[in-house]
């Protein structure tokens, strides 16, 4: 464990407990923040004294900076205000402070939030609301598919979600299956689908840095789960109970449940002891998950204070009865209880090297004897979903058959589901397997050119709908602190600056200037650019300008922050952040469906500034990586896009973009996404980074931004 990550997470934890590493401490009246450098709202003060900017003097070789010193110098006042909001007693309190971090995140113009895929359009044969249905819910609930032989008409899609919704105001069944039948359809118990790259492991634990997660969660089971109407209901646990103070939660654990190996042969039944193991793992890993159990009695001084397993809150009373207890009330914990907390086959996991406790797993997980999980080997792990994996080929398949064992096996119509690799660079061909019924579904995207044939060929019109998506809000990131050009295998992540020392230090000053990033964001013209994706019909409506949803929570009464700011009840956590945002002169409109940060003449402006300060420190143009993936449409659409935008509006001879096409995704992956730490970033700007809330508090996304490896957004910034 980084010892700075640990200390990071006790100064937070101490603030929350309004504790000290010495005793007990007054709680905080506002945000701790640098005095000495923190503007207030106060517009009665003094101006201060113009002082001129130090010179930046240039180094001799290329050099990383200090990742702590330079995240607190972009991104402290951001986590002083966080850090303040989760110390706070009082929710709408902190909603003030949160707000304010959110502000001085997005005024550090390192981070730009894109679009989500609220909206999409799509063909498809399965029947609308019968895979995921709740934010929090599993992202790939196939158990509850329900799939057409061919793909559903527009028509027939809307009278189903017209029978959906009369459901949740009736006691009504919303039955797809009987709607399709009567209609002419018949109902396929074997689906097709497409990948582009397998997942990391098989242990759903570990899955917090995944890009492909939702593969593991057909053959995982979690506690609850959310029905069609969004509602609760049990699935390992059968029942529970809440102790009337709310700290305790007692859950009675299905019998007969059992972990199944590749081949569908019953290894061991699944109890208590199972939950309280994978729970004790996911502290031991500490990957990320913790971080939402942290309120778990004993939690934390477990993973990150060398305290013990026996003070945790987490026990197995006997096979079939878990309880858990916490230190405070967490309303939230049953909502990320369905899709961030998993258990795992106790026995199995000692059989094939695994062990307990931080530094015992640590050490194990490095030794040639460790083999649990492992992706490329479906036989390495056990499986008690509704689904069990039967093959995993890198490039090729991968294949689930059904549990018939599984205790709600009846209700899974889909017998198989195999997922066939697909590179992206063939999309008339997919788009043709979808139409003929070989693969089940696709999105229809204006730069792949799907969109268009659709339009064209009549498509469109008969099956076309538009789909919600994820809810998650994609965001384009700067590397601040770039420490990769070359990739481990020898492959180049950067041909353009990859052995150019004069050009890596030009960027690196460049970057860490701030109106030099605030020249690259302004000057980006989000409308345009999400329109080359989606198109422009709904590239509006995907806009966002702010990373927490808009209307994720609002105050619960009137409020004023420590400057003597009022706000009523009712405000949007979105107007809040924008009050910030105006305080300290950012010019964004972060109201969703705008093109909210686009000013040109705000960019060259800034441009200019940065230049100034900047001085005969840096040769221009400055050379921004764009890393793309050879013969992938949709990345090449992007990252052209990208570089036109730009250099169109800063001109190419001050910018210029470098589009890097690696050709392969192992390539590609591996110096854009599945690194694991912020020197081995290996682009400079990346925007397939999405993130979204589980539950209705800022903190839930702010924390992702968090210092010392507990954020999972800094190494994308080139830190910790």
């Known amino acids: 464990m980084n010892a700075k990550k640990i200390l990071s997470i006790i100064l937070a934890m101490a603030m929350v407990l309004g504790l000290a590493a010495c005793g007990k401490t007054e709680q905080p009246e506002g945000p701790v923040i640098n005095t000495e450098t923190e503007q207030t709202a106060d517009t009665t003060t003094t101006e201060p004294e113009a002082t001129e900017a130090p010179e930046v003097v240039r180094p001799e070789s290329y050099e990383r900076y200090d990742d702590e010193e330079l995240y607190m110098e972009i991104f402290g006042k951001f986590y002083d205000y966080e850090q303040a909001g989760l110390a706070a007693d009082d929710f709408d309190e902190a909603l003030l402070l949160y707000a304010r971090a959110e502000a001085e995140l997005l005024g550090t113009y390192a981070v730009n939030p894109l679009y989500t895929y609220e909206a999409g359009y799509a063909i498809s044969s399965l029947a609308p609301n019968t895979g995921a249905y709740y934010m929090g819910a599993g992202s790939s609930s196939v158990e509850n598919c329900v799939a057409a032989d061919r793909l559903i008409t527009a028509e027939d899609r809307e009278a189903l979600l017209a029978l959906w919704e009369a459901s949740l ?12 039948e009567e209609h002419g359809y018949g109902i396929k118990t074997d689906l097709v689908g497409v990948f582009g790259s397998i997942p990391t492991t098989l242990d759903r634990c570990l899955t917090f840095e995944s890009k492909d997660y939702s593969y593991l969660d057909p053959t995982n089971l979690t506690l609850v789960d959310h029905d069609y109407k969004g509602k609760l209901y049990g699935k390992c646990a059968e029942s529970w109970d809440v102790s009337d103070d709310g700290l305790t939660y007692t859950f009675n654990i299905r019998k007969g449940i059992n972990w199944y190996t590749s081949e569908g042969t019953a290894y061991a039944e699944l109890t208590a002891n199972d939950w309280v193991a994978g729970f004790r793992h996911l502290c031991d890993a500490q990957y990320g998950y913790e971080a939402y159990l942290l309120s778990v009695e004993g939690v934390f001084d477990y993973a990150y204070a060398g305290g013990s397993w026996e003070d945790v809150g987490i026990k197995a009373l006997d096979d079939y009865t878990l309880q858990i207890t916490f230190t405070e009330e967490d309303d939230a914990f049953l909502d990320y209880a369905s899709n961030s907390f998993y258990p795992i086959c106790d026995s199995w996991f000692l059989a094939h090297g695994g062990a307990y406790g931080v530094e015992e797993y640590a050490a194990a997980a490095t030794s040639g004897n460790y083999t649990y999980a492992d992706s490329s080997n479906v036989a390495s792990q056990v499986y008690c979903g509704p689904y069990y994996f039967n093959k ?9 058959i059904k549990n018939k064992n599984y205790y709600d096996a009846d209700s899974v119509l889909i017998d198989t589901l195999d997922y066939v690799y697909d590179d992206g660079s063939v999309v008339t061909q997919l788009y043709q397997d979808v139409l003929n019924g070989t693969y089940y579904t696709m999105g229809l995207s204006a730069d792949d050119g799907t969109l268009q044939m659709a339009k064209e060929d009549g498509t469109f019109d008969k099956y076309a709908y538009v789909d919600e998506g994820i809810g998650a809000n994609y965001l384009m990131l700067l590397n ?3 420490g990769t050009y070359v990739l481990e295998n020898g492959g180049a992540s950067s041909v353009a600056k990859n052995g150019d020392e004069a050009k890596q230090i030009d960027y690196q000053l460049a970057i860490t200037n701030k109106n030099f990033r605030k020249a690259l964001m302004t000057a980006f013209d989000k409308m345009a650019f999400v329109s080359v994706a989606m198109g422009e019909d709904l590239a509006a409506i995907n806009i966002k300008n702010i990373y927490t949803p808009y209307e994720l929570c609002r105050l619960s009464k009137d409020v004023t922050d420590e400057n003597g700011n009022s706000f009523t009840e009712g405000t949007p956590y979105g107007d809040i952040v924008q009050f910030y945002a105006d305080e300290l002169g950012l010019d964004i409109d972060l109201q969703d469906e705008t093109n909210g940060w686009f000013n040109p003449e705000v960019a060259k402006e800034a441009l ?5 300060e900047l001085g005969d420190a840096v040769t221009w143009p400055i050379h921004i990586d764009c890393i793309s993936m050879l013969g992938y449409a949709p990345y090449i659409a992007s990252t052209t896009a990208y570089k036109e935008l730009i250099e169109g509006v800063l001109g190419s001879e001050n910018v210029v973009v470098d589009v890097i ?34 539950y209705a508090n800022p903190w839930n996304d702010l924390n992702a931004f968090d210092p010392y490896g507990s954020g999972y957004m800094p190494k994308f910034f080139g830190l910790f």
């Open 169 to 180: 105001t009736s006691d009504d069944e919303y039955d797809p299956k009987a709607y399709l």
């Open 661 to 694: 096409d690696t050709d392969n995704w192992d390539d590609f992956l591996a110096a854009a996404w599945l690194f694991t730490d912020g020197e081995s970033c290996g682009t400079d700007i990346f925007w397939d980074i999405a993130w979204g809330p589980e």
């Open 392 to 400: 995993i080929t890198s490039g090729s398949e991968i294949k689930y």
């Open 480 to 482: 601040l602190n770039r």
């Open 608 to 612: 200019e500034a940065a230049k100034e």
